[in-house]
């Protein structure tokens, strides 16, 4: 089955950098790649999502890239603002099936 | 947008008790539910998918008489975990897949954090 890889666990950034976490998958067929944000007592909220037939997409201070051929995709988010700080997750759909397959997180701390 | 009610949102029951949650699909037929559990500082991880209709079909490791899962109709499942023990404690979620006309939109309960003393 599909299985997803995700750096890195902590990430502690200044408030106004950017953060990156980079997730990989092992199914070249997966088709789709969502990123989700988790808060202190809460489900998983989506935030963006990529399809396989796409590289890139940007929803304002949020980007989400693939690299079908590394098998590989990445969050970035520009200017980070304290209320950022959260758990972070990618996901990919594994071809054939409908259920997700979920990194292992990563808890972004944004420093006012 | 699709909504699905999870409830109870926490709940704490002593060890050998059995505890029964609820996903609730409110504005659309869920004939599919995929059931995830979280441990503490871990990522979600599939244990079943309930079926409409259907027997449940579980994960490699998870038992099945433990964690029974019942889909008694297309708005409603649930996950009864039964003779409940401290190491069930985890955060229980449920997650309706796409449906037709929408083949990427995942609707997520808002989980079910279980406590067993």
């Known amino acids: 089955g599909e299985n997803v890889e995700q750096h890195p666990s902590t990430l502690s950034v200044q408030e106004g950098d950017s953060a990156v976490i980079k997730c990989t998958y092992s199914?070249?067929?997966?088709?789709?790649f969502p990123w989700y944000k988790q808060e202190l007592g809460k489900g998983p909220q989506l935030i963006i999502d990529?399809?396989?037939?796409?590289g890139e997409k940007k929803d304002q201070r949020i980007a989400v890239t693939l690299n079908k051929t590394a098998k590989h995709f990445s969050l970035h988010i520009t200017e980070t603002q304290p209320e950022d700080s959260a758990v972070y997750f990618c996901?990919?759909?594994?071809?054939?099936?409908?259920?997700?397959?979920f990194g292992t997180g990563t808890r972004l701390t944004v420093i006012p | 947008g699709a909504v699905v009610s999870q409830h109870p949102s926490w709940v704490i029951c002593k060890s050998g008790t059995s505890v029964k949650i609820e996903c609730r699909s409110l504005d659309f037929q869920a004939t599919t539910m995929f059931w995830y559990r979280q441990f503490p500082k871990q990522s979600l991880m599939l244990m079943a998918t309930?079926?409409?209709?259907?027997?449940?079909?579980?994960e490699q490791g998870v038992e099945k008489d433990k964690f029974l899962i019942n889909h008694a109709s297309l708005t409603l499942s649930t996950l009864t975990v039964t003779s409940a023990h401290p190491e069930d404690s985890s955060f229980y979620i449920c997650i309706s897949p796409p449906g037709r006309g929408d083949y990427y939109g995942y609707t997520f309960g808002s989980g079910t954090r279980l406590t067993v003393v």
């Open positions: 309930s079926n409409e209709g259907s027997k449940a079909t579980y």
């Open positions: 990529i399809r396989s037939n796409v």
């Open positions: 996901a990919a759909r594994e071809s054939g099936a409908n259920n997700l397959f």
């Open positions: 199914d070249s067929a997966s088709n789709y």
